[in-house]
Structures are given as structure tokens and as C-alpha cells.
């Protein structure tokens, strides 16, 4: 004689079994790679010379007997990458050699960690903006401070800026006097900074 199965516990098994049956195929997708996209737990580079461009706002401002401008860098990669520190910068000459001292470290703000998004999207190259641009603020001091036997005033033909950390510079033209002798520091530059758009 065949034992009855009460409803209620047909009931139950049939959930069992279900569940038993979902959990599994939820672990077989994961097996075979189909569980959904996740987030990389890797860290981001590093912008290097040729992820960027580097370029002068030329709108600058004056005050103090220096004028203070935009130095700023977009990643044009097709990767995020991330800058943080200082720029190296130096006045240049005609032939490319360095004109003096390179800049001197103004401290006004924080080193912080900026990450630069890519510049590529779905539609194309997009402008500068603050999700893929980074800026650090230029001073260079009126020379004629100076006295010219502890400067040399020259007129530089531009800047050579090295992103932080890096060994490769970017060349920016810009005709500004300068001096050619080192030890008076005619430059100074601040550390990265998110970038904000200026009229």
C-alpha cells in the first residue's frame, strides 16, 4: 500500500526543489562567466606625457608684480588616468635650452589625487572639462624685480612642462621675459588641482 503525500508537504518540496534549481543555475552562470559585469578592483595608472595635452590659459591675471595663469592638462587617452604632485616647469629658449632656475613649489595647496576621465566617448572627442582635465596655477614674476646682473632678462620662446612624475615634457609656446641666469626663480608653480572652466 502506497503512503499518501499530504499536500502542504508536496507543496514545500516543490519550493525545495525550485530553489535547489535557481541557486544552481545561478552558479553555473558564475562558472562560466556570465554572472554580469563587476568593478575592477585594480587601481588607475598614472597619466603619463602622451596621455595628455598641456596647455596655457593665457587669460591670466596680475597682482604683486607677477601674473598668475592656468596651466592646465586633458586627458586625451582612451583610458582614466590620474595626476597628482607638482608639474616640472622651466622657461625655454629659441634653441630649447632651459632659460635660469625651473619653477619653485608654491605650497597654497595640497597635493590630492585628481583622476582624469577620458576625453573619448560614445560620440566622440570631447572638450576640456572637469572630469577629464586637471589644472595647476602658473605665477611668473615681473623680472624687472630683478636686477639684471643677478637675472639676465631674456624673452623665453615658451615653457617645458613635465606632468608629475614624469621624465618626457611637453613644450608649450609662449613668448614672456624671463631671466637667463639661475638663481633668481621667476616661476613658481602649485600643485594639481581639479580644473574649473573660467570665461
Given at each position: 500500500?502506497?503512503?499518501?503525500?499530504?499536500?502542504?508537504?508536496?507543496?514545500?518540496?516543490?519550493?525545495?526543489?525550485?530553489?535547489?534549481?535557481?541557486?544552481?543555475?545561478?552558479?553555473?552562470?558564475?562558472?562560466?562567466?556570465?554572472?554580469?559585469?563587476?568593478?575592477?578592483?585594480?587601481?588607475?595608472?598614472?597619466?603619463?606625457?602622451?596621455?595628455?595635452?598641456?596647455?596655457?590659459?593665457?587669460?591670466?591675471?596680475?597682482?604683486?608684480?607677477?601674473?598668475?595663469?592656468?596651466?592646465?592638462?586633458?586627458?586625451?587617452?582612451?583610458?582614466?588616468?590620474?595626476?597628482?604632485?607638482y608639474p616640472g616647469v622651466s622657461g625655454?629658449?629659441?634653441?630649447?635650452?632651459?632659460?635660469?632656475?625651473?619653477?619653485?613649489?608654491?605650497?597654497?595647496?595640497?597635493?590630492?589625487?585628481?583622476?582624469?576621465?577620458?576625453?573619448?566617448?560614445?560620440?566622440?572627442?570631447?572638450?576640456?572639462?572637469?572630469?577629464?582635465?586637471?589644472?595647476?596655477?602658473?605665477q611668473i614674476t615681473d623680472v624687472s624685480?630683478?636686477?639684471?646682473?643677478?637675472?639676465?632678462?631674456?624673452?623665453?620662446?615658451?615653457?617645458?612642462?613635465?606632468?608629475?612624475?614624469?621624465?618626457?615634457?611637453?613644450?608649450?609656446?609662449?613668448?614672456?621675459?624671463?631671466?637667463?641666469?639661475?638663481?633668481?626663480?621667476?616661476?613658481?608653480?602649485?600643485?594639481?588641482?581639479?580644473?574649473?572652466?573660467?570665461?
Amino acid at each position: 500500500m502506497r503512503a499518501r503525500i499530504h499536500p502542504l508537504t508536496m507543496t514545500l518540496w516543490s519550493r525545495v526543489v525550485s530553489s535547489s534549481t535557481a541557486l544552481a543555475i545561478v552558479a553555473a552562470l558564475g562558472v562560466w562567466g556570465l554572472s554580469g559585469p563587476t568593478v575592477s578592483s585594480a587601481s588607475t595608472s598614472s597619466c603619463t606625457t602622451s596621455d595628455v595635452v598641456v596647455w596655457l590659459n593665457t587669460s591670466g591675471s596680475g597682482a604683486a608684480g607677477s601674473a598668475y595663469y592656468n596651466l592646465n592638462f586633458t586627458n586625451l587617452s582612451s583610458h582614466s588616468c590620474t595626476l597628482e604632485g607638482y608639474p616640472g616647469v622651466s622657461g625655454l629658449s629659441l634653441a630649447s635650452t632651459q632659460l635660469g632656475s625651473s619653477a619653485a613649489r608654491n605650497a597654497a595647496h595640497t597635493a590630492t589625487l585628481i583622476t582624469l576621465a577620458s576625453a573619448h566617448t560614445a560620440t566622440g572627442l570631447a572638450a576640456s572639462n572637469s572630469h577629464n582635465s586637471a589644472t595647476a596655477i602658473l605665477q611668473i614674476t615681473d623680472v624687472s624685480n630683478f636686477s639684471a646682473s643677478i637675472c639676465g632678462q631674456v624673452t623665453a620662446a615658451g615653457l617645458r612642462v613635465y606632468p608629475p612624475g614624469q621624465s618626457v615634457a611637453k613644450v608649450i609656446p609662449y613668448p614672456f621675459v624671463g631671466c637667463s641666469k639661475s638663481g633668481s626663480r621667476y616661476l613658481h608653480i602649485e600643485a594639481i588641482q581639479k580644473y574649473v572652466a573660467t570665461q
